[in-house]
């Protein structure tokens, strides 16, 4: 899970494009729910998808790290955030558009948590309104023995962090290692990070259960596909 690294999030993330990614999934949702004026970010991280999805709803995020929505909220004051599981939550309200981005849903690790994120989602969707969800890989393309490099590099801290791909059948484990430099020294620090590996039939299930129809967009935001869900 995330710890350390939550003080350089952004920066290690600097490559995705939240904006166009924001436009394209205003886009998504003017094509299936024109009327939609709330929107709630599952798994919001530090707020960069809701600080420009802000501009066309009234948005609202949580999360489950503190260190995360500390700097959501320092970015998006105006915004509400709350601590909260994606497996068992309840803001007692429901949202014209509720979004789950950047494979946070692997995070539930299990089938059964899997389920229960579907229901809690659907449980906050007001009737016609829909869902997207940005899967993490699965069981049949998740790449195996694979080892993965990723630098930043500013005039005053470099950041390399590095980690090869393992895991079970339905479970991918990330050990990352990070190297944090700065005019002060160097250190050293690494994370576990497990996601579950769940099968289109699996996501589908778990919607389908909560209440949703589904269908999946290929293209998706970046290359992982999308799901999109829609409360009759």
Not at 59 to 76: K, P, Y
Not at 86 to 101: A, E, N, P
Not at 160 to 184: C, F, K, N, Q, R
Request: charged fraction near 25%; proline fraction near 3%; hydrophobic fraction near 40%.
């Amino acid at each position: 899970m995330i710890t350390r690294s939550a003080a350089f999030y952004d920066v290690l993330n600097h490559f995705r494009d939240y904006q166009g990614q924001a436009r394209r999934i205003h886009e998504l949702i003017l094509a299936r729910r024109p009327e939609a004026t709330t929107l709630l970010d599952v798994g919001c991280g530090t707020g960069k998808h809701i600080e420009y999805l802000k501009d066309y709803y009234r948005a609202e995020g949580f999360d489950i790290n503190d260190d995360l929505l500390r700097i959501a909220r320092g970015r998006c004051p105006e915004t509400p955030f709350y601590k909260a599981d994606m497996t068992d939550f309840d803001l007692g309200k429901s949202f014209d558009v509720v979004i789950c981005l950047f494979s946070g849903i692997g995070y539930v690790r299990t089938a059964e948590g899997l389920e229960k994120a579907a229901a809690c989602i659907s449980r906050h969707v007001a009737p016609g309104g829909i869902v997207l969800l940005e899967p993490w890989f699965s069981p049949d393309n998740y790449w195996r023995e694979h080892v993965v490099l990723n630098v930043v590099d500013e005039p005053d801290r470099k950041i390399v962090w590095m980690y090869s791909h393992a895991g079970s059948e339905d479970l991918s484990v990330l050990d990352i290692h990070y190297l944090v430099g700065t005019p002060a020294g160097v250190e050293h620090f690494s994370e576990r990070h497990e996601l579950g590996l769940f099968t289109c039939e699996q996501y589908q299930s778990a919607f389908t259960q909560a209440g949703l129809s589904v269908e999946f967009d290929a293209r998706g935001l970046a290359g992982r596909g999308l799901y999109l869900g829609k409360k009759e």
